[in-house]
Nanobody, 126 residues
Framework: QVQLVESGGGLVQAGDSLRLSCATSGRTSFTYAMAWFRQAPGKEREFVAAISRTGDSTYYADSLKGRFTISRGNAKNTVYLQMNSLKPEDTAVYYC???????????????????WGKGTLVTVSS
């Protein structure tokens, strides 16, 4: 099994930046493609960004391109989400996920993810 733990969430003001981290433990001998999803209050979970196993390929939700950046850390199966120019509508619980088929955009669907963290809350005040 693989355990994912997100960190870095908190309360910020509109226009601020925040960086989320996701660390893994457990069965980490394999390098996974990883992704971030988010779920706002009263809304369905949505895809945010994904990164390939090697880190040389990324994919973003169209509405977030240019503001959010996903990257891999030096430690295996560690990913970050840099969020800039935050807006109140970015308020959500952000989830890290791992273990998806990178080809054909498989990492953009939550149903394709094998492992999930418990989430970290990001609140953006206006």
């Amino acid at each position: 099994q693989v355990q994912l733990v997100e960190s870095g969430g908190g309360l910020v003001q509109a226009g601020d930046s925040l960086r989320l981290s996701c660390a893994t433990s457990g069965r980490t001998s394999f390098t996974y493609a990883m992704a971030w999803f988010r779920q706002a209050p009263g809304k369905e979970r949505e895809f945010v960004a994904a990164i390939s196993r090697t880190g040389d390929s990324t994919y973003y939700a169209d509405s977030l391109k240019g503001r959010f950046t996903i990257s891999r850390g030096n430690a295996k199966n560690t990913v970050y989400l840099q969020m800039n120019s935050l807006k109140p509508e970015d308020t959500a619980v952000y989830y890290c996920a791992a273990g998806c088929p990178w080809s054909s955009g498989g990492c953009t669907s939550g149903s394709n993810m094998n492992y999930w963290g418990k989430g970290t809350l990001v609140t953006v005040s206006s």
